[in-house]
């Protein structure tokens, strides 16, 4: 996020009135060069990447409060995912034009989600678009050398286990679409809308994952695409038990009267939950570790030899055939 010494640009003028207050790291050296430095402390860095363009990951009339936290959450999310701590991000932000009332409270949002997870913002930059308003971030993480938990790491005989409730972004979606989902209460509707909108991301068990996962990744693209891209990377295939799967009050409710089918939770995204394989000694470790720090763990089936696609289990062991496993960007 460049300041160039042209006392007149527009940019400059942008980022000190909404952005250089954001820069408290003094390796962001107050927004004033041309990068950052992060300072060594001995670890890996952790880098990770993730776009949110309007039309495609957020709804046009989106408030621009919750797209600041959802474009930070979602690095944070995969940060997480790696066992790391977040060590601080930079931002490309590309506008159609300059406004106040959507500006103030983007970056008040995002300072204060800087604060709160401790990724303070190092630098970045600031583009006009003619097109659709697209918020980048790169975030940084640390985690001791060699810790980092990879997708690779599954082994037969590990438990599949996940993270909060499944499938309710997707859900949040539809509410604001107008669909099936939007015939529940105004209660469910609103925190269903909040959890597509406002991810949670899971890093206060950054630590227990990094210690008993032996493999990790956050559920982006949908549960059941993800544990398949897991499993690919790691040369095994997988067995989960559907009703397993923990599922919110309202997602249940859906369910039971046939509004949704289950594929509408297991193959939507913006879960952002964390999915992980651990070996069958440290689950109940792993479950009752993030419970204390406040996050729900639930093993919902187990990884197996081979090579064939994960495998969905109805509640009689009959196998689930899925038209699609996972949201598509293309």
Not at 200 to 207: D, F, H, K, S, Y
Not at 244 to 268: D, F, H, M, N, V
Request: aromatic share 4%; charged share 20%.
């Amino acid at each position: 996020m460049t300041n160039r010494q042209d006392k007149h640009s527009g940019e400059d003028s942008l980022i000190a009135r909404y952005f250089k207050p954001l820069a408290t790291d003094p390796g962001a050296f107050k927004l004033d060069d041309d990068a950052a430095a992060l300072m060594p402390t001995g670890d890996d860095i952790v880098v990770t990447t993730d776009a949110i363009v309007e039309g495609v990951h957020f709804l046009p009339d989106d408030p621009p409060d919750t797209l600041a936290r959802k474009a930070l959450r979602v690095n944070l999310s995969d940060i997480a995912a790696k066992g790391a701590v977040p060590a601080g991000f930079v931002l490309t932000l590309a506008l159609r034009a300059v406004e106040e009332g959507w500006l103030k409270p983007f970056a008040q949002a995002l300072g204060e989600d800087a604060a709160r997870y401790r990724c303070p913002l190092l630098g970045g930059d600031t583009v006009s678009t003619p097109g659709p308003l697209m918020i980048s971030i790169t975030a940084f993480g640390r985690v001791p050398p060699g810790k980092m938990v990879h997708r690779s790491g599954a082994r037969a005989g590990d438990q599949v286990v996940v993270t909060g409730t499944i499938g309710d972004a997707a859900l949040g979606l539809d509410v604001l679409k107008g669909g099936a989902a939007a015939s529940l209460g105004a209660g469910d509707r609103d925190a269903l809308a909040m959890r597509y909108r406002v991810p949670q991301p899971r890093n206060a068990i950054a630590t227990v994952v990094r210690d008993h996962a032996s493999a990790a990744m956050d559920v982006s693209d949908g549960l059941a695409g993800d544990l398949t891209k897991l499993c690919a990377a790691s040369g095994v295939s997988a067995i989960i038990n559907v009703p397993k799967i923990p599922l919110s009050q309202a997602a249940s409710a859906l369910l039971a009267r046939k509004a949704i089918g289950i594929e509408t939770l297991i193959a939507g995204g913006d879960d952002y939950e964390l999915l992980c394989t651990v070996p069958g000694d440290r689950v109940a470790p792993f479950i009752q570790a993030a419970r204390r720090l406040g996050v729900e763990a639930t093993a919902i089936g187990g990884i197996i030899a081979g090579h064939a696609p994960p495998s969905f289990l109805d509640a009689q062991g009959r196998e689930l055939v899925l038209k699609r496993l996972s949201y598509s960007h293309f």
